[in-house]
Nanobody, 119 residues
Framework: QVQLVESGGGLVQAGGSLRLSCTAS????????MGWYRQAPGKQRELVASITSDGNTNYADSAKGRFTIYRDNTKNTVYLQMNSLKPEDTAVYYC?????????????WGQGTQVTVSS
């Protein structure tokens, strides 16, 4: 069974740091772009950061300078290092990836991990 499993969320004070991890498991032939999205209560899901298979990154303006996305292709894992966290970063964070399974490409979502930043 192919799935994306996230970890690393939690409760942190403003100014603190968290690192999120997302590992793709199952019969995966290849992985293209991977990314992190977030959804706060009452708001739409939004892109936080993404990274291509060869390491090109893209960040939301709110994440630039504070968050870093990187990946370990040997482990099928993408990370999001979040520094200088603010209360407005509070949301459920979702991992997303384009996975090649049995010669077809599919877009997968993780189950989400809660990040809460207290003021």
């Amino acid at each position: 069974q192919v799935q994306l499993v996230e970890s690393g969320g939690g409760l942190v004070q403003a100014g603190g740091s968290l690192r999120l991890s997302c590992t793709a498991s199952g019969s995966i032939f290849s992985i293209n772009a991977m990314g992190w999205y977030r959804q706060a209560p009452g708001k739409q899901r939004e892109l936080v950061a993404s990274i291509t298979s060869d390491g090109n990154t893209n960040y939301a303006d709110s994440a630039k300078g504070r968050f870093t996305i990187y990946r370990d292709n040997t482990k099928n894992t993408v990370y999001l290092q979040m520094n200088s966290l603010k209360p407005e970063d509070t949301a459920v964070y979702y991992c997303n990836a384009d996975l090649k399974i049995a010669a077809q490409w599919y877009n997968y979502w993780g189950q989400g991990t809660q990040v809460t930043v207290s003021s």
